[in-house]
């Protein structure tokens, strides 16, 4: 077992995901955004300090193996959201996600990368499960991007333009259905 996954899973235990309620008291049924909103659900932080930083040089798997270079998706906007299926405002996300994907389809790549340690294990069956339309579910079971990003936080969200460069984090929960996305994007998108 590696360092960095000792000590990950000490820090997920303190930190969690951004939850404000106790897992045996999550909804069992799927809340609308609006609901969760007024629920305070979607309490997630914009972060611009690292605006300017250039994407990270990392991979990542799919269930089958298939490798994906985050530096090869340059040339188009990226959204990657750490996400993971024990979170339950990042499962609240997923359906939003799916659907800003396929609004944005050829001009925002939503790119959804899974930090369950058990990866596709778990993974697998919550995508067979949820059959999104436009999320592809990519896994980082060693958790290389959460502890690049450093938030101790999930969801953390984080917008890349088409050279690369980060825009802006969303640390923690957010209504990606919202007005407020759509502001957050149009200057990247525009360009």
């Known amino acids: 077992m590696s360092l960095k996954l000792l000590l990950l899973v000490p820090a997920l235990a303190v930190a969690g995901c951004d ?13 609308t955004p609006s609901e969760s909103a007024a629920k305070g659900e979607f ?11 250039a994407m ?16 090869d998706l340059k040339g188009t906007p990226v959204l990657v ?19 800003l994907a396929a609004d944005n389809a050829g001009h925002l790549r939503v790119l959804t990368v899974s930090q369950d340690i058990d990866g ?15 999320l592809e579910p990519w896994l980082d079971p060693e958790n290389n991007l959460g502890f690049f990003y450093e938030t101790g936080m999930l969801p953390t969200t ?29 200057d990247t998108l525009a360009k």
């Not at 990542?60 to 530096?71: A, E, F, N, R, W």
């Open 19 to 31: 939850r404000q309620a106790a897992p045996d008291s999550q909804p069992q049924t799927a809340a």
């Open 120 to 134: 596709a294990a778990k993974v697998a069956p919550f995508y067979a499960e949820r059959k999104f339309a436009q």
């Open 158 to 186: 984080v917008l890349y333009d088409k050279d690369g460069k980060e825009v802006w984090r969303m640390i923690g929960a957010h209504d990606w259905s919202g007005p407020r996305t759509t502001a957050m994007l149009a």
């Open 56 to 71: 990270p040089d990392f991979s990542v798997t799919d269930p089958s193996g298939k490798t994906l270079k985050l530096t």
């Open 81 to 99: 959201n750490l996400w993971a299926t024990w979170c339950g405002p990042c499962v609240l996300e997923m359906p939003m996600l799916d659907k």
């Open 43 to 53: 309490n997630g932080t914009l972060d611009i300090a690292n605006r300017g930083k």
